[in-house]
RNA sequence: GGCCCCAUGGUCAAGUGGACUAAGACACCGGUCUUUCAAGCCGGUAACCCGGGUUCGAAUCCCGGUGGGGUCACCA
């Protein structure tokens, strides 16, 4: 496809949540599937719900996701500006040749009115559309209301007859009757357009080819194609793709937990699985596979895969396969990723010298399998760095009895002769202790694994002690028998 | 309420008139492996919203109903 130019168009009134990463993400998949340009543009038209850091917000989570756009707000490019407070000039120059043209008029009423208008409407029955009573004013009248100080709006005159398709790419053509609109508002009285002007504008001028958005906006598009038409501009193909619903099938928000992208990233989830669940929510690449990585979802991309119902989204999906990705995912990419946690913890310090990133991989080598998110991850890996750690209590009444100690005085005489240090001798020898000594391999192994860990779960005990090394697990064991002896339970 | 969209297990989904006794995945349940917990492996429970058509034949096409969602601002 030639000339493929798609854009996300958020509104920098919050944080960047799972449903606007997914529909920034369709329109990534489909810009970079077709060799086309990926553009961002902030609708910052709402100076009342506007938010300073929301737009830095955005950015960060989406380039966190790795969704690199290639014209911007912070880069620019030959359509620019990218936001559209700094547009303004355009739109009113556009809005201007309606109004020369007759397509637009201004309109007095004030919100109060409007409000008034809309109440009394609906107590009739009557559908709360705007009845177009500014429409014919003459120039006297206009003069007149204008000397009282009033501020018009500019509303599009829309026609009282006739059918609008919007032709969508996901739904075929959708029909809606002309009465069922209004003259709605495309300048407010501030000089500031509406969002069915402003994105209108915008996708004209900004060479948009694809307007791919949340089936939310499915009712918005005849508005904006008469818009499109007034103006005399041709409009781009449309895709309204399902919306993500929460888990009680309403339309997500704050109150369902964690929705916002840096949330997730927050809760210790990868980018790259984020991006994978995001992807198969909506879309179906028709293979089998969960786990695809990014480059085939870029080739396997296409509308036609795309469903037609919303989906509710599963944080357990998304958290299974961000397991996947913690297991799959090369070590160092993994370690990158989990140190912040690491250093939230006091674990390692700002700026880890290379011994310390060795030691992080091994302990990472070690754990990864048995948890779900970098946070656990960290929290699993406790003990790897620090000795300020108790022990588990049911571990201590079960593992820790008066007799352990001399148990553990051998398993640390057997342990302090291993040499080299590695799993097989280390495992070898310990073995070789339980044999000798007839017992089961529990019944060292769980104590010793109390002993040096805190804990009665987790990684095989050889690979703890191996990753750990061999001075602090006879420290550990030293400090388990010096503890059991002054306090175990008799 | 008007308008619009949608409808396969609890969830994501494959399926485009016969290969459907309906795939796969998450979750759940069992088993297996094991020093524990995971992971892995093996197995199980569980779905075509309802009613009419069309057709030799319908999950698939049509109509109606029901249900869910979206939208009706000088918000985007």
Redesign the pocket.
């Known amino acids: 496809m030639a000339g493929v130019r798609v854009r996300f168009?958020?509104?920098p009134?919050g944080s960047l949540h799972i449903g606007g990463a997914r529909t920034a993400l369709f329109n990534w998949l489909f810009a970079r599937k077709n060799r086309g340009t990926f553009i961002l543009r902030l609708?910052?038209?709402?100076v009342?719900?506007n938010l300073a850091e929301a737009e830095s917000g955005i950015l960060t989570s989406l380039r966190w996701l790795g969704l690199d756009w290639d014209e911007g707000p912070d880069r620019g490019g030959p359509w620019g500006p990218y936001r559209?407070s700094e547009r303004l000039d355009l739109y009113r120059r556009e809005a201007e040749r309606l109004l020369q043209a007759g397509l637009a008029y201004p309109?007095?009423?004030?919100?109060e009115e409007?409000?008034r208008q809309?109440e009394e409407a609906r107590q009739k029955?009557l559908?709360?559309?705007?009845d177009g009573r500014c429409r014919h004013l003459t120039t006297a009248e206009r003069r007149e209301r204008e000397a009282e100080g009033r501020?018009?709006?500019l509303r599009l005159v829309v026609p009282q007859e006739g059918v609008t398709v919007v032709r969508d790419v996901?739904?075929?053509e959708?029909?809606?009757?002309n009465r069922?609109l209004d003259d709605?508002?495309i300048m407010?009285?501030?000089g500031?357009?509406?969002?069915?002007f402003?994105?209108v504008v915008d996708d004209s001028l900004m060479q948009i080819s694809h307007v791919i958005r949340a089936?939310?906006?499915?009712?918005?598009t005849p508005k904006q194609l008469l818009v499109y038409a007034a103006l005399g501009y041709e409009a781009p193909v449309f895709i309204?793709v399902?919306?993500i619903?929460a888990?009680?099938?309403?339309?997500l928000s704050k109150r369902h937990g964690a929705t916002a992208v840096e949330e997730f990233r927050d809760a210790g989830y990868l980018p790259e699985a984020i991006v994978n669940y995001l992807a198969?929510?909506?879309?179906?690449p028709?293979d089998?596979r969960?786990m695809i990585p990014l480059e085939e979802v870029i080739e396997l991309f296409s509308l036609?895969?795309v469903?037609?119902?919303?989906?509710?989204?599963?944080v357990?999906?998304l958290?299974?396969l961000n397991?996947?990705y913690l297991?799959a995912l090369p070590s160092e990419r993994v370690v990158a990723a989990v140190l912040p946690f690491l250093r939230a913890r006091g674990f390692v310090p700002e700026d880890p010298d290379a011994a310390t990133l060795a030691y992080v991989t091994e302990v990472v080598k070690t754990v990864r399998?048995?948890?779900h998110t970098l946070a656990e991850l960290a929290d699993a890996a406790a003990y790897f760095f620090t000795d300020d750690f108790t022990y588990e209590e049911k571990g201590v009444r079960k593992f820790f009895k008066p007799e352990t100690a001399e148990l553990l005085a051998r398993g640390r005489e057997v342990l302090a002769r291993v040499s080299p240090f590695d799993l097989s001798t280390v495992?070898n020898a310990y073995r070789s202790l339980i044999a000798e000594l007839g017992i089961s391999?529990?019944a060292l192994?769980?104590p010793t694994?109390l002993a040096i860990s805190g804990r009665?779960?987790?990684?095989?005990?050889?690979?703890i002690m191996v990753t750990l090394g061999k001075e602090r697990c006879l420290a550990r064991l030293d400090r388990a028998i010096r503890w059991i002896k002054t306090c175990a339970p008799r």
């Not at 609708?43 to 709402?46: A, H, I, P, Y």
Request: net charge neutral; aromatic share 8%.
């Open positions: 168009a958020p509104s009134t609708e910052d038209t709402d009342e719900r559209q309109c007095y009423c004030t919100p409007l409000a809309r029955g559908a709360p559309r705007y501020k018009p709006a996901i739904r075929g959708v029909s809606f009757d069922t709605f508002i407010k009285s501030n500031i357009p509406t969002y069915n402003a994105c089936e939310e906006h499915l009712s918005n309204h399902p919306m619903l888990p009680d099938r309403s339309k198969l929510l909506g879309w179906s028709g089998e969960e036609d895969g469903s037609r119902s919303a989906a509710v989204y599963d357990k999906k958290t299974w397991a996947q297991n399998s048995r948890v495992e391999g529990g192994i769980h694994r009665t779960v987790g990684p095989g005990l050889f690979d």
